[in-house]
Structures are given as C-alpha cells and as structure tokens.
C-alpha cells in the first residue's frame, strides 16, 4: 500500500513539475506538494466513508465547484479526479 501512495505522489509531483514548465531545483516542493493533495485526498475520502448510510430526509445536495484556474496563468482550468488529483482541463473552443 504504501508503494502504491508514493507511486501516486511521484506522479503528481512530475505532473506539477510539468505544469509550472519544468523547472530546475523545486523537487522538494512539488513532492511535498503533491503529497499534501494526496493526504488531502486520502482524508477525504475516509470521512465520506465513514459517513455512510442513508441520507436525512430534507437534505439537499450541494452544488459542484466550478474548476480552479492553473496556477501558472495559462487560462486552463483544473479539475479535480475521483483520486484528487488535479489534472489540466483544456479549453473549449467554440463550434461552427
């Protein structure tokens, strides 16, 4: 298990890596990064867990966050995955 978070860390720090173009000496800060996301992820995910059964009646659902630009100004939005990852999400273009 353990093999298999830091295989998950090691890919998100190389997709943060990339997406602040590839700069020479910031490893450590894109591992802690990324490691910080997949704690985050991790956590959540054990409280929605642990939540379980049924719903209230009278709840309702909140509504979806709309996706966070990039943090390098490249006008991309992110979006979040089912693991927490924050992967780039590529423009739309408008249809003819």
């Known amino acids: 298990m353990d093999q298999d978070i830091e295989n ?14 590839r700069p020479e000496g910031r490893e ?6 990324a490691a910080g996301e997949i ?6 995910s054990r409280e929605t867990a642990g939540k379980g059964g049924a719903k209230p009646s009278g709840t309702t659902r909140k509504k979806a966050a709309k996706p966070a630009a990039a943090a390098d100004g490249s006008g991309k939005t992110v ?3 089912k693991t927490g990852i924050r992967k780039p999400r590529a423009k739309k273009t408008p249809s003819s």
């Open 8 to 21: 998950r860390i090691r890919e998100r720090a190389y997709e943060i890596w990339e997406e602040e173009g």
């Open 28 to 33: 450590a800060q894109h591992w802690q990064q």
């Open 39 to 44: 704690a985050d992820a991790q956590r959540e």
């Open 79 to 81: 979006a979040k995955t």
